[in-house]
């Protein structure tokens, strides 16, 4: 499998239109969906046997994509089938589960924090909080707060 290039790697929210199967006779071809850490979605890759070469890989989201990618898949040819883990090597797999980025793929990782230490974590207050405390704490009681006691 390392001596193969890459597959295309489909993103299906914007892959509605793509030709997936470039080769391959219908009888040969499957489609092993997986689900990933991330419940809402599913990986699918789609291979041809018995020579287990990849076609494809695709990434959906459960309720928006899977119905119709199982009808596309299936108008195509393939049989569709659900694994944990599909046939395939490891470490190959474990390239598309953990999600972007791909080679081909835009992906813009979360912007680094300018300033170190400065963020909130949770059961701790942050400066502007225990100002405001400190202001609230100064002001005179009023009549009727002291009426109640």
Known sequence: MSDQPK???????FS??????T???????RTYLM????????LAFG???????????????V???????????????AVVELYARPPLPASFVNDYVKGPPHEGHEYDPPPDQSTP???ATPGTKTKQKQKQKKEKDKKPKTARSSARR
């Open 63 to 77: 309720r928006e994509d899977l119905g119709s990618f199982i009808d596309r898949m299936v108008q195509d040819g």
């Open 47 to 61: 291979v041809l046997v018995p020579s287990k070469k990849v076609i494809f890989v695709a990434r959906g989201r």
């Open 117 to 119: 230490g400065l963020t």
């Open 35 to 42: 689900p990933v850490p991330t419940p809402s979605e599913f």
């Open 16 to 21: 509605s239109d793509a030709t997936f199967w």
């Open 23 to 29: 080769e391959g006779k219908a009888s040969s071809r």
């Open 7 to 13: 597959p295309p790697y489909y993103e299906l929210e």
